[in-house]
């Protein structure tokens, strides 16, 4: 059995050992993670194994390289972004918590100080509305005693008027 290690273009490492059949692969061999055919790279190591000319694997490249810490990372930046942005709304409804607090403390103060203003503008409106109404009850008897004070000096002019014309003695009621 010989020992081969093979190096997926997808990043994936994987070996498995095997009893070469005319210097070759017997079966076909796939890749775990990307299911990508690995038997060619399979047969070149067994050949250069054979052959005595064993190299150290390929480094990997870059993308595959990124694509591999990507994956391994992915899940792992993605609950640290969940946990971020839960914290974040977390903070902002405490802010708004409190938001609506002061709102309402504020509120409850603005009532208790128009109580404060309303409570002697409506006594002294109740009083105003009172002095009008003796206020026009005055003017009412006034105006009765006005017409009967008119009707009596209307009777009086017609008493002068009747006596100059009837004599011409002149009544003075000065």
């Known amino acids: 059995m010989i020992p081969v290690k093979i190096f997926c273009a997808c990043g994936q490492k994987y070996a498995f050992e095997v009893e070469p059949v005319n210097g070759a692969m017997p079966v076909a061999v796939n890749c775990p993670v990307c299911n990508r055919d690995g038997t060619e790279s399979a047969n070149q190591v067994l ?7 064993t190299q150290p694997l390929p480094p990997p490249s870059v993308n595959t390289l990124l694509n591999a810490v990507e994956s ?4 792992h930046l993605i609950e640290a972004l969940k946990d971020a942005v839960v914290q974040e709304l977390a903070a902002q409804r405490r802010e708004l918590l409190a938001g609506q607090q002061a709102a309402a403390a504020e509120l409850t103060e603005l ?3 128009l109580e404060a203003v309303q409570t002697p503008m409506f006594e002294r409106l ?4 009172e002095r009008i109404a003796e206020l026009e009850k005055d003017l009412a008897s006034q105006s009765k005693e006005n017409r009967e004070l008119l009707k009596m ?6 008493e002068k008027l009747e006596a100059e014309r009837t004599g011409g003695r002149s009544v003075n009621f000065n």
Request: aromatic letters at 4%; a positive charge; proline letters at 4%.
């Open 126 to 129: 109740r009083a105003y509305e």
């Open 72 to 75: 391994s990372l992915a899940p």
């Open 47 to 53: 050949a250069k194994i054979l052959k005595g000319k």
């Open 111 to 113: 009532a208790r100080r």
């Open 153 to 158: 000096k209307i009777g009086m002019l017609r």
